[in-house]
């Protein structure tokens, strides 16, 4: 741990304008963000006496090797750089509040040219709507009811697209609950039509439809058309059935979210519902790990940070009121924020009495009830990891915390197709965002041994080299201004998408699929780079040992051991990441074209040819001229292609001797 003082800035040089400020570890990583209306007066709360500062305060800073700052100029530009550098670093000590993915979603493709209604769960996806969460049961009888009414497409990508190939629709098409536009029984522009609909009913929009089919049973009892009318009728019936399942609570015209939390020294648990047309028209839950000293306004603060946003690009997701236990901090400047990414004005208020009142009453109690069934799930799982990761710290007697355990796994058939996975696991955890794939070729691909120091070789002269552009770009002069400058162009756009780093951190323990050869390469490959502060250990698949590096005999963990289980886990998932790289890669060897040799000639060209031409043979008999009517094909490319086809062909015609095809005798040339 680094000592406050020993990267405490001088206080004659903090500003004392609005800015962010954050704090990095020895690796340079940003272990917290946070905004100050006064910087000078907040850091020097950090620096001014580290002994008497909360418990979880006292460990970031001590955590910390150094701050910075970026300088803003208002506390409404603050909360927006505040949020952006928490959404693109994810700092451990900020609080981050987790979806809760355990309810599905109604959701609805838009992104696709024939959207499709499904049920979800887990992240969300850009290019599609959600509607929810239900419970299990109630989603899927309220999409199968809607698609009566709007027969949207819900098959998945295979079917549909075997449907296209046999021109027969599947059963879903056949009963009316499918407009099968995979037989072009609809347009895409009629189909995208019902997908809107779907969405509108499901956005509060219900009366609206239900009164226009109305008029037309109306229409079609004034035609005579009985038929149709009885099943227009029993749409209006569908239509209210989901209608009406939703009880009204508020008036009519009330859209707003009432968000209610309950929480300990430990957690917070938030229970949101979303009233559209007074009515319960979903809910959602978060809980969050209080790994910051943040009072009530600032953990609702941070709440609408986060939720509003992630969703604000979603059109309707942010509404007119949104209604708070406690009233967040710069609640102004939050409201303003808000309502740029809704277009329109957002009021952000505490309920006081009344039904609003009531209904916050039941949304704490959601809160209550859901942070209460978190601590009993929870309690099993992160003993079990907190013993795994004891066990395995004595076991192997690291003077370390393995906080972070990576481990690898080379995959091959006979040496070909040879390729690497990278798994990560942070406190007993996955962590798949910082998963990786290596494809090993050459030399490096001779062997298990070799591919693996190869690959570990390249993980690690990658984290080197960010080490040393860090530190060379903090001794430039002028570093602070271009920090700055940096922040500048963050606040004036926080759409821009964030580079993604090719490595993180290094971790405390390397895990190699293997026994003592392997475990040696990945050693070696270490002290080659000359890192020494990461430790190296490989588990053998015959009896599960455990192999050190330099050592004859293993160590046995007891297979009752959570240390075991652990490990064996971080392998199966090592094993399941690169094999499923390997017949990906694999797979794509094994379909190869006659394009493919040709120089020059890339993917995106060598599909602009097939789509004008249709096939590789007559590509082979087009001219130059010919050729160039494919897009992207130049005169000297297209000449490259028939010098490369005719030269081929002579070769061939060269190498292969002449056959008499009656009784298959070679003849000579």
């Known amino acids: 741990m680094a000592d406050p003082s020993s990267y405490r800035p001088q206080t004659g040089e903090i500003p004392t304008n609005p800015g962010v400020y954050r704090f990095r570890d020895p690796h340079g990583r940003i272990i917290y963000v946070g905004k100050a209306k006064n910087l000078r007066s907040r850091l020097n709360s950090y620096f001014a006496n580290p002994g008497g500062l909360l418990p979880k305060t006292h460990a970031m800073v001590y955590a910390a090797s150094s701050v910075e700052w970026t300088v803003v100029g208002s506390e409404l530009e603050s909360l927006q750089l505040e949020y952006t550098w928490i959404k693109e670093f994810k700092p451990r000590f900020n609080v981050v509040f987790r979806d809760d993915k355990t309810y599905p979603y109604l959701a609805v493709t838009m992104g696709e040219k024939y959207p499709r209604v499904q049920v979800l769960r887990g992240e969300r996806r850009k290019g599609t709507r959600y509607f929810g969460p239900y419970t299990a049961g109630a989603i899927r009888e309220t999409m199968d009811t809607l698609l009566r009414v709007f027969p949207v497409r819900s098959c998945s990508a295979g079917v549909f697209k ?32 019902l997908a809107e609909d779907f969405c509108a009913f499901m956005g509060g929009e219900a009366k609206k439809f239900i009164s226009r089919l109305e008029k037309d049973m109306a229409a079609a009892v004034a035609e005579l058309d009985y038929e149709r ?54 809910q959602r839950g978060w809980v969050v790990d209080k790994v910051e000293d943040s009072t009530t306004p600032d953990l609702v603060e941070h709440l609408l940070q986060q939720v509003y946003g992630e969703d604000g690009e ?67 799982d992160l003993t079990n990891r907190s013993l795994a990761l004891q066990e395995l710290q004595e076991a192997l007697d690291l003077p370390v915390a393995l906080l972070r355990i990576e481990c690898f796994d080379v995959s091959h058939v006979q040496g070909t197709n040879v390729v690497a996975s990278m798994v990560v696991v942070e406190d007993g955890l996955p962590k798949k965002s910082d998963y990786r794939k290596f494809a090993v070729t050459g030399p490096a691909a001779a062997d298990d041994t070799a591919a693996m120091h190869d690959v570990l070789t390249r993980r690690f002269r990658h984290y080197l080299q960010d080490k040393t552009a860090q530190v060379e770009a903090a001794e430039l002069p002028g570093h602070q201004a271009a920090v700055n400058a940096m922040a500048d162009a963050a606040v004036l756009d926080t759409t821009t998408p964030v580079p993604r780093a090719k490595f993180a951190y290094p971790p405390n323990l390397v895990v190699v699929d293997g026994g003592k050869p392997q475990v040696n390469a990945a050693a070696r490959a270490l002290a080659d780079l000359g890192i020494d502060d990461v430790y190296v250990v490989g588990l053998a698949k015959r009896l599960e040992e455990v192999w050190l590096p330099d050592s004859d005999f293993p160590v046995i963990l007891p297979r009752t051991s959570e240390g075991l289980y652990l490990l064996q886990r971080i392998r199966d998932e090592a094993h399941r990441f690169a094999i499923s790289f390997h017949r990906q890669k694999r797979g794509k060897a094994m379909t190869v074209s006659a394009l493919d040799s040709v120089p020059g000639l890339g993917e995106s060209k060598r599909k602009a040819l097939l789509a004008e031409f249709g096939s590789v043979k007559k590509i082979k008999a087009a001219t130059a001229m010919e050729l160039t009517a494919a897009k992207g094909i130049g005169p000297s490319l297209a000449e490259a292609i028939v010098t490369h086809f005719t030269g081929a062909e002579e070769s061939a015609e060269a190498v292969a001797p002449a056959v008499n095809m009656t009784t298959g005798e070679i003849l000579e040339t």
């Not at 536009?181 to 189909?191: A, I, K, L, S, Y």
């Not at 707003?256 to 929480?263: G, K, T």
Request: some cysteine; aromatic content about 4%.
């Open 162 to 193: 075997r449907a296209q190939a046999s021109g027969r629709p599947c059963l879903l098409g056949y009963i009316d609950k499918c407009a099968a536009p995979c037989v072009g029984r609809v347009t895409p522009e009629e189909h995208r039509a």
């Open 229 to 282: 009318a009885a099943r227009l009728r029993d749409d209006i019936i569908a239509l209210r059935k989901v209608f009406e399942r939703n009880a009204v609570v508020l008036a009519e015209d009330t859209n707003a979210d009432i968000f209610a939390l309950h929480e300990d020294e430990l957690e917070a648990a938030v229970q949101v519902f979303h009233i559209r047309g007074g009515r319960v028209r979903g």
């Open 314 to 380: 979603s059109e309707g997701r942010i509404p007119r009121e949104v209604l708070v236990p406690v009233a967040p901090s710069n609640s102004e400047e939050l409201a303003l924020w808000l309502g740029g990414l809704r277009g329109a004005r957002v009021d952000i208020r505490v309920p006081q009495r009344g039904d609003k009142a009531a209904l916050m009453s039941t949304v704490r109690e959601n809160a209550e009830q859901s942070l209460k069934l978190h601590k009993t799930r929870r309690a099993g």
